[in-house]
């Protein structure tokens, strides 16, 4: 036997020992489940990133985006509209340097299809506190079919360096449990 | 010609005069970008330690794209090269071939480097590590880059010929050593990463000039070809070490040739395909190519990690009970040269880029996992714990022999060198973890204030993301001592230290000199050890970790389950 400073003469290629090739199987083994838990996580699992990807125009994102809030427009907060589009729609999230548009309200356990994209710099979609994050890429519209599973007023923190300005960065997201009662806009309960 | 070369009364190499000269000067470069990039880190920790928030957002951000730079490119590359130029030349007792072709790509790595510092710390290039296109920087910073990595593949090719000549000139019988066998996979790795760099940073380069346009989602696929892979050719590099300082510190043996080179050459294979980890709740690919990418194909190059996870371990606990320390299961741990800092550099680095790194990396580059942990302050306390605590520390160790062996210096401040790497050691143990668990709240990364002081809509973290941020700065402050500790050892020893004679350094205790010099480990038993002794003591270690992975990957998609159906 010999230290790795040192060349070793002759073959070298020779059975391994008992315990190595132990550890090698167990550790193969521990691979192949780590392997497999993602494809079964895409047939049991609630949590998958797939989505709808496709390439956008930063105006044509920007065009449907506004088009969306003059839709389901209910209200405006500190200069931002707040939408309420009904269950099952196509929602739209803008990101832009240094703010998130609009203000959406959505129903607890309700699907809806959110659409994010930017129109200048990648920017982070960091969903608090629900700990949520997806890359927002300009040219790029990343649509997931989300379910709200907690009312709240969330907020939305950019967490993708986007210049000077990157840490003020933050939107709101508010879910809203119909069923219960009806909380008007602003009720801000937590 | 042989005035050339000099024999080390240590290891009985012949070392090449050029080949100490670039390891010096390479080595010295790595540790002024240690510095710069030290400096940095201590500033953006103060920053983000929200009780002190110590600089305005642009210094900040500047901050920490030097740090990243610095360290990440600068300090890394710097000190790899230097091992290049050990585990070729040197270990196979050759000479530096075309040795002016390694002045000039040092010369150019420089000229690189200060022109990526100048445009970083003028305010040129407030763009981050990453920089990804459409954040634009100043066409010199691109350019600088370029230059640095044109630097860095010609010393790699320079490696490449150093194999060749010796093989030719017969300076080594039989094949390889390992360690050159590990530096030739980093070498390669570096070949690839490089690749990748140039493929993205010449049009990036032109694309800030005004020529050419750049897709920002074909940026960070090819822009993680260069700045995942680098930290790949990190790893082979510190594995290569790991192997290295066993040998030197306790002549830990290699249980098998076959299984620890076949355990590098999967990192070749696959280890490049880390890429997709930047790219799983990206707007792009689909969930085939994250699956089988984000795995290195089913996980073949984290195999290879635990596979090197064993055989180190296992490869002192034989080399010590060959030797007869044979007392218990961990009789051989426990009466190991713990006062040899690289001794207890090797084994810390081992742990902290094991259970820490190397748990969190593969946990978080799950597939659905990353939805949980993209961009928070998961991710860098994750590699925080690969390339500081492992990498870094790793190559601390290593200087520690680097000094004796090629500066020919004893180590100054010896009591001190001797507690560097336990203080480094803990402070990066405790930063890592606290800046990993402030992440499962969300916190983000590269933020200036998670306060959220002055936002259209205010937000306030729970008191407990607090109390851990604290934790991290109080550990990233134990670790920053660490630094200077071994910036202040290397600094002294290189520059004013005493040249030592091997004759004076004999017996036992010898101050400024490693166990392994002073006390060398004891040649084997004659024999062919077929039969060697029993790996027990390793078996119950590397069960623990596979306990301690798989509790943290299981509670991680526990945590992910309770999150919103997304999809």
Known sequence: MHTALESPKGIWWKPAGRAEK?????????CLVLFAMMPLWHLKGDQNTTGIRRKVEPAAFQKRTIEFIQQYQIDTEKGIPVVEPPPGSDVYLLARMWNWVPILKLQKGAEYTLHLSSMDLNHGFNLYPMNINLQVVPDYDYALRIVPGETGDLRI?????????????????????????????GSGER | MNEAFRTCPITRLRVHSQADALIKANAVAATIFLVVGGIAALLVLLTRWQVVHLLDPAWFYRMLTIHGMSMLI?????????????????????????????WFSFGLM???????????????????????????????YYLGVIFFAVGALTVVGLFFASLVVAKREQTYEGSVPLVTFGGLTAAIIAVVTLGHGAAIYIPTFLWSIGVMHVD??????????????AQQINLGAMVSLWYLLGGLTVGAVVLNEKISRSAFVLYILFINMAAAHHLLVDPVAGPAWKVWNTSYAMYLAVLASMVHGFTLPAGIEVGQRMRGVTQGMFGWLRKAPWGDPGFSSLIFSIVIFGFIGGITGVTFGTEQINLIAHNTLRVPGHFHATVVGGTALAFMGATYYLIPLIFRKQVAFWPLAKIQPYVFAFGMLVFTMAMTFAGTFGVPRRHWDITFSNTTFDL?????VDLIIGVMAVGGLIAALGGVMYVLVTVWSVFFGRRFE???????????????????????PPGDHEEHPKTTGTLVLVFVFLAAFAIYYFVNWKLLSLVWRIG
């Not at chain 1, 132990?22 to 521990?30: C, D, E, N, R, T």
């Not at chain 1, 923190?157 to 909380?183: A, Q, R």
């Not at chain 2, 990526?116 to 010199?140: C, I, N, Q």
């Not at chain 2, 306030?460 to 407990?464: F, K, T, V, W």
Request: hydrophobic share 50%.
């Open chain 1, 22 to 30: 132990l550890w090698v199987g167990i550790a193969f083994g521990w």
């Open chain 1, 157 to 185: 923190i950019c967490n993708e360096f986007c210049g000077i300005g990157h840490h003020t960065m933050i939107g709101k997201l508010l879910v809203v449990d119909e069923s219960v009662e009806t909380v008007t806009y």
């Open chain 2, 74 to 102: 600068f300090f890394i590359l710097f000190f790899e090269m230097a091992v290049l130029y050990f585990a070729g030349p040197v270990v196979l007792n050759s000479r530096v071939p075309a040795p002016r072709v390694g």
């Open chain 2, 110 to 140: 420089v000229f690189g480097a200060l022109i990526v510092e100048w445009a970083m710390w003028t305010g040129r290039a407030d763009v981050m590590f990453s920089s990804y296109v459409p954040l634009k920087a100043h066409w010199s």
């Open chain 2, 216 to 229: 920002p989602a074909v940026y960070r696929l090819v822009f993680w070809g260069l700045g995942h892979s």
């Open chain 2, 460 to 464: 306030q973290y729970s008191p407990a």
């Open chain 2, 502 to 524: 091997l004759a004076t350094a004999g017996g036992g205790g010898f101050h400024g000199l490693p166990r392994g010099i002073t006390n060398p480990p004891s040649p084997l």
